[in-house]
């Protein structure tokens, strides 16, 4: 099978030249407009008033200090989630591997600093480069077997998350479990000198620079670069691309690599800026979320931008549900879901037009 | 370029997965809905507790009907609910992270000055939190360390499961019991080693093999572990985890034995039902609360007993025959007046190394949640 046929049998859309017709913005509004609507009517049947429901969430979430700052601290894995899964998406690769990439991050981050033996002021830049090698390295297996025996990207990076998850488990219920701790699974706590400095309000971390990096420097490579246009001729059209000569595999494997290395970063930053330790769970689906967050956005930077804050936002304020109103802790969930289910409907509509 | 068949299936398959992921949190405690035994009868109102509007908040690490661990406590937080000026907040399925901070936080900028972080987990970010807001009280169900302003509290409830093991001993055909756990903390510890003691008590053949899960709740997780118990012979189930209602239907299904904990859920057993280690919070909830109202809460891990009435045996099956219900009732009299210790010496840990000496008596509470050892007769390795 040569690269160009292995590359057809991929999604069809070329998609992510976007549509036209519908702008990201639209295409925002109307995802969450039939998001919210499709939720206001959940809330009535359970007997809860939608509006009230709204307006608490954008209170707890946009409406006090507090509440935007804790916004800004889940931008920071959405925001580079989303970009784990934009960057491949540029080639036309599906990348629902995020999750386990954070995973293989946080784990290699972790492990540089804990068993490294490296002096304080090394261990940030160190866990950096170890969680970008780890999340690139676990989305290489992904590549490789994509590039070179034709596997269906999107269907083996979903499945190495759960192997990144019990991979993770294996080492804090096992070898790197906190010696000093209650038998209870999580590493031991890292040095005051390993973790990210707060830069705005109380948590929101240094990573949130890493988001903002990384969201103008594929802004930037896109548009301005040889590579970057490259890019998006594989993502358009593999076929014509490879008859131009463009290396199609190389590009194919890199951005899945460097889509993996970002979600690593995000597994970084989290156990360096909020966790702490190296525990089970440390991502509440972020993996996930932040690919609800790259479709929703287009995959273009201000679309995952603007998502990833939207997602920030339901995610805290959906805490707010429960407080507030009452409702079953479960309740926001629908709600993402919603979201979800917009999102894919209106990537439908988008191929018609735009394919 | 067109669509190709195949990629739609893909498409399809993506999105059941990323849509199970999302909803595997919410499913957790799909169990039946049990209706709570405990009666929050034993509330009393401290005379004098000031009656300043006070705002409490309870965190939940799964869904408060899950018919165990978190409805328990939910019972506790009904109970404060009903003291005057009162509010209550609460948030289920809060994860044991640095998710529960931001949870504690939004609790706090809603007033809270009272906080029950429910879960063993729920520690390590009710400290951090506690740091920054000295004024919040925070009463953490299990803990075992504190802080300036985190308090803990727990219950006693090996003494219930070593009663438990008396009636699993009695009842056992195959000698073998079974016990699924979720975290080898060494609270799960002391409900293993106890309900094993118990049962070599009137049993010395019996032995009791352990299955981890860890997780504090996953039914799917639970009801294979059983299964693979059953195929080894196992004949009573008795469980460690949050929701144990999918463990005693499949053990039901199974024909086997069910050792419940948390709630009464021998509904969910007719026939296999023994008893149960079961919480009822609502009298030390409602007196801790009392106590930081009033200014008289000195932070504390306060460790309460079957004596004290937080640990309860739950009401007998009838798999249970009446000699076997009037042996392990006269033995509950012995623990409650303090005639039997559970953990006196001699205790030996699996390798036969006795680790508490023949003769000592019971090491206090503080000692024993050092446990980190399974006793002569539990078959299973703690997980290092």
Redesign the interface.
Known sequence: MTIAETVRTRIGAPAFGGPQLLGPFVRFGLAIGAAIAVFSVVLLLDGTNPLDTVQLMWDASVGTEFGRNEVLVKLIPFGLCALAVAVPARVGLINVGGEGQFYIGAWAAAGAILYSGAPGPALIPLALVAGALGGGAWAGIVALLRVKGGVNEAISSLLLNFVAIQFVNYFVYGPWKDPSGPNWPFSAKFPGSAMLPVVWGDRVTLAIVFVAVGLVAMFLVLRYTRIGYEARVVGGNPLAAERSGIPVARYLFLAMVVGGAIAGIAGMAEVTGIQGRLRPGISVNYGYIGFLAAWLGGHRPLGILLAALLFGAISVGGDSLQLGLDLPGSTVNILMALILFAVLAGRKNRTGVGA | ????L??RG??L???A???A???A??CGGDDDDTPASTAAGGATTASGAATKPVTI?FL?VG?VDDGGYNQAAYQGQLAVEKLPNVKV???????????A???M???I??GATIIFPTS??HLDPAIKVGE?YPNVTFLHQGG?KTSKNVGTYFGASWEANYLAGIAAGKVTKTNKLGYVVA????QT?LNINAFELGAKSVNPAVTTTVIFT?TWCDPAKIAESVKSLKDQGVDVLNQHQDCPGAGIQAAEKAGMFSVGYHVDDSKLAPNGWLTAATWDWTKLFVDLVNQVRDGTYKVSQVRQSMADGVVKLAPFGKAVPKDVQDLVLATQKKILSGELEIFAGPVKDQGGTEKIKAGAKQPPVTELETM?YLVEGVIGK???
């Open positions: 370029m067109r669509r190709i195949p990629k893909g498409w398959l993506l999105f997965a990323v849509f992921t999302l909803f949190a919410a908040g939940y869904a907040i609460k948030a289920e399925n809060v994860p044991e992270s640095a998710e901070e931001r949870v936080e939004q609790m900028q809603q063993f987990g920054k075992l975290f080898p903390i060494s510890l860890a980190n703690i997980p290092q």
